[in-house]
Every structure is written in structure tokens, then in C-alpha cells.
């Protein structure tokens, strides 16, 4: 009778330990993500797809394509990951996709010009 008594009294305390402290156990909290806005323009001659304006996690990629009007050619990006890239160009024909990788605030212009054909 003892040895169930005893048996029982240390169920019932090793209960009362877990509970207790799991209750009083701190959740911690998840770091906040930090975020940055993204501008996005195109100069005249030409249109910026898809519309990516807005605000986006840290490390974050978006990929966007520069596409002229009739008469015009992509000149340059300026604010992208690809600036100043002979190869930076890898959308097709005539248009231009580019990457911006979200770490810090990024104002991104295309820009176009008139071409000389027409």
C-alpha cells in the first residue's frame, strides 16, 4: 500500500512540474522581416512588366522586363542588379529582363530611346 501511495504521490508531483513549468515558459518571438520599397519607371518609349511597385521582404528577387514601344529600343536600366551589363539583356527581341535583389530601399528606371529605323 505504501509503494502505491509513494507511487502516486510522484505521478501526481512530476504532473505538477511538467505543467507548470510549461505554462510559465516564455514563446519567443520571431524577428521582424525587415522590408524595403521598390519604385519602379519607365521613361518614355516603353513599359515595365509586371508592375512590381511595392514593398518587399529583405533578400527578396524580382525579376522585371523593360519592352519599347514601336519605334524606340531599350536603352539602359538604371537601380537593377544588372546595370552596366553588356549581357544584362536576356529577355528575347527587343526587350530587356532584369533582376533587383531587395536590400535596400531600390529606385528602378528604364530607359528608352528612338531608333534610328524608323
Avoid at 507548470?20 to 522590408?35: G, I, L, N
Avoid at 519604385?39 to 519599347?68: K, L
Avoid at 530587356?96 to 530601399?105: D, F, G, L
Wanted: hydrophobic content about 30%.
Amino acid at each position: 500500500m505504501k509503494s502505491i501511495l509513494s507511487s502516486t504521490v510522484h505521478i501526481t508531483f512530476l504532473f505538477l512540474f511538467i505543467n507548470s513549468c510549461s505554462k510559465d515558459a516564455p514563446v519567443p518571438e520571431e524577428p521582424a522581416s525587415t522590408q524595403y520599397t521598390l519604385t519602379i519607371n519607365a521613361e518614355e518609349g516603353g513599359t515595365i512588366s509586371p508592375d512590381a511597385n511595392g514593398i518587399y521582404n529583405e533578400g527578396a528577387t524580382i525579376t522585371v522586363t523593360a519592352t519599347p514601344d514601336d519605334g524606340y529600343v531599350f536603352d539602359r536600366w538604371e537601380g537593377t542588379d544588372n546595370d552596366n551589363q553588356p549581357y544584362g539583356c536576356w529577355a528575347g527581341p527587343g526587350k530587356c529582363r532584369s533582376a533587383i535583389t531587395m536590400n535596400s530601399n531600390r529606385d528602378v528606371q528604364a530607359f528608352f530611346q528612338k531608333n534610328s529605323d524608323y
